[in-house]
């Protein structure tokens, strides 16, 4: 009887004197840990600054992008340094062209991945995985899976 | 504090002090720069300076002289010395900023330039925080130099960091002048207020380097007559 009162979720069907056991009182508060983990979890990324994610103000510090100065910061004059005159003359190039410089595709690189994007890219993972690979492409995937979904609701009365 | 915070930004550029406040409308986006802070739907003026502004922005124009290190901005910095696989660099901020020993382009860790005290190294600052001391590293996000390089040569002249911001300016009316007087010369300008100046003889070196520090105090017309008369007076 105590086996099965072991196995029970139910922490009535155990003696007191089990309960105030040292790893008895340890398995009972470590779902009350987790949940306040998660809790935190959540909340320690949110800065308390409403008002300004609202509006979409950008805090910086630098005069670079204010004034918009120059980014290399070397002159060269004449091919006295033809290294630099190459990088200035590919970075006039950009400017001109308004074309992304180097560090401008990265930071456009890591905040790039859209949320549907990223959730599309999960939804073909996830067909991927339940079915075998190269077994036709996702569209296909999806029709045969709702189809299966259909035919499983279908009650059959017994005869 | 009240009636002043009622103010818009002004359009043309004005005279602030510090705890001057002014007014955003409440669905402008807008980037706050230097010299100001957001608060209450307002931004409020930390320094005293000249507020400009444009569509996107608002920042307050100031003349300093000590370098506080602001992340991706490129500096020039004076290796004083190595701890580990690190050197410590001198970039005249409050605080000696570090530098990994493979932060160059292709460096790795059995091929890497050996650098000694007292060279001179144009990096970007990779990290700057008031609680741990600035980071810089002579390459950019993708690995490459990029004109991030190990200074070798040439003078160093030290300057405010308003006129080092005038120099980086594109097509900056201070630099244009050098190009009409000097055949070959080369300039690497941080924005720590430092300014590497190397040319063809060190007569050249030391005539654009006296021209560099006058431009600090006097106009372009008058810097330039002066810069014509050192170069008569060295020959």
Known sequence: MTGRAGHNPDKRFLSKGILQMKFMSRSSHAPEEVSTASGNRDTQWIVDSGAVSQRNIIIDESYMKLEDLCEIGRITSKQFNPYIEKILAEKNRLRDSDEPSDDQEDVQEMDGVSASEMSSRYNSLVSNKKRAPGLGDDSSDEEETNQDATERRKFLKPS | ?235
């Open chain 2, 1 to 235: 504090m009240s009636d002043t915070a009622r103010k818009e930004i002004p359009d043309k550029p004005s005279i602030v002090v510090c705890g001057d406040s002014f007014a955003i409308p409440p669905d402008k986006d807008l980037t706050v720069g230097p010299g100001l802070v957001f608060r209450n739907n307002s931004v409020t003026c930390t320094k005293p300076g000249v507020i400009k502004s444009n569509d996107k922005s608002v920042w307050i124009d100031r003349n300093n002289r000590r370098y506080v290190p602001v992340l991706e901005e490129r500096v020039i910095g004076i290796i004083i010395g190595r701890v580990m696989d690190e050197y410590r660099v001198d970039i005249g901020g409050a605080h000696v900023a570090m530098m990994s020993s493979i932060a160059f382009e292709g460096a790795t860790q059995r091929n890497k330039p050996e650098l000694k005290p007292g060279n001179v190294v144009f990096a970007r600052v990779i990290a700057a925080n008031k609680d741990v001391e600035p980071e810089l590293a002579c390459v950019n996000k993708k690995g490459k130099a990029n004109g991030l390089q190990v200074l070798e040569g040439g003078h160093i002249i030290q300057c405010s960091l308003g006129l080092s911001r005038k120099l980086r300016q594109h097509k900056s009316p201070l630099t244009q002048p050098l190009f009409n007087h000097f055949k070959s010369f080369e300039l690497c300008v941080g924005m720590n207020g430092r300014v590497w100046v190397r040319s063809d003889t060190n007569k050249h070196t030391v005539a654009i380097s006296i021209y560099l520090k006058r431009c600090e105090y006097l106009c372009v017309a008058d810097a330039v007559m002066t810069l014509k008369q050192t170069v008569r007076a060295l020959g």
